[in-house]
């Protein structure tokens, strides 16, 4: 697909696939709160009719493309592709030219996303044993709806633009995708699920690593990782000890030419957040019997 092709699939319904509604509808357009940036008071606007977006609040605008650039922080050849995998994968038909068909609302409906600050979720940060600074670098506070009802979670993005969410009462998701961290990096490293993540980065009191990063936040994802991955000189796996974790890591000893499989450092816990909470309570008495990994 061109360029004019992929623009002009709908703004509105690239953003609720994300879980994302306007705050008001007028019909003709909608007032959203921007994706962008905190936006407390909705600012960014959608012409329905334009299929064109402007962010009041940032002073910028543009099409889809240009939305899907900002919000995944990405050139447009990948932001052309990813909106391309994006259409071809909706279940419901796309016809240019006419009205899509209604789809049915996502059941996590985003709010508002702010810098992480809630004392609830802070404790909880603490209890799975994540450095506050550390995850206040690399996920957000989210507020969402589901049925009308309001909740809040620490959010970790994903490439598609939507959220990874955790509370100490809830995990789920606004979209199945996975997280990359992309550098000039010939090292991958490959982590299940962003707590994972975390716990790496606070084990090594190093929130930016000099590696590119891979979090799959879910094992099912991992086929659309695998090119990426494999295309490093040396992978470094963090998956889970259990059969999924070990059927994964063995697929991706596969697909790569140098894999080194870390799970056994952090065995007999089931993955390394397991681990690390496990270390806290004791390694006051135990620093210098601490593996490295």
């Known amino acids: 697909m061109d360029a004019k092709a992929i623009n002009k699939f709908p703004i509105r319904e690239y953003l609720a696939a994300q879980g994302i509604r306007p705050a008001k509808d007028r019909g003709y357009y909608g007032l959203y709160h921007s994706p962008l940036r905190e936006d407390h008071t909705p600012s960014m606007k959608v012409d329905y009719d334009k299929n064109l977006w402007i962010d009041y609040g940032a002073g910028e605008g543009g099409t889809l493309i240009d939305l899907v650039m900002r919000m995944e922080r990405c050139d447009a050849g990948e932001g052309m592709r990813r909106l391309e995998r994006h259409i071809n994968g909706m279940s419901v038909s796309f016809f240019i030219g006419k009205n899509p068909a209604p789809q049915r609302p996502p059941s996590i409906i985003i709010d508002r996303v702010r810098p992480l600050e809630n004392p609830a979720l802070l404790a909880y940060l603490t209890e799975r044993g994540i450095d506050l600074n550390t995850a206040r670098g690399h996920c957000s506070e989210v507020h969402y709806y ?24 809830f995990k789920g998701c606004t979209s199945k995708a996975l997280t990359t961290r ?61 059969e999924a974790g070990r059927k994964a890591t063995s697929e991706l000893k ?25 270390l806290r309570p004791v390694k006051e008495h135990r620093r210098s019997r601490v593996r490295k990994f």
């Open 254 to 278: 596969e697909a790569c030419r140098n894999l080194s499989d870390q799970s056994i450092h952090y065995r007999p816990h089931n993955d390394l957040n397991d681990y690390l909470r496990n």
């Open 146 to 169: 589901v049925v009308d009802k309001s909740y809040f979670a620490v959010g970790f993005r994903n490439d598609a633009g939507g959220w990874e969410l955790r509370n100490r009462y």
């Open 182 to 242: 992309r550098g000039d990096y010939p090292t991958c490293l490959v982590f299940e699920g962003f707590m994972d993540y975390l716990s790496f980065l606070t084990l090594k009191h190093n929130s930016t690593p000099p590696h590119n990063i891979v979090v799959l936040n879910s094992v099912t994802n991992l086929a659309k990782a695998v090119p990426f991955i494999a295309s490093h000189e040396q992978v470094y796996a963090y998956l889970d000890n259990d």
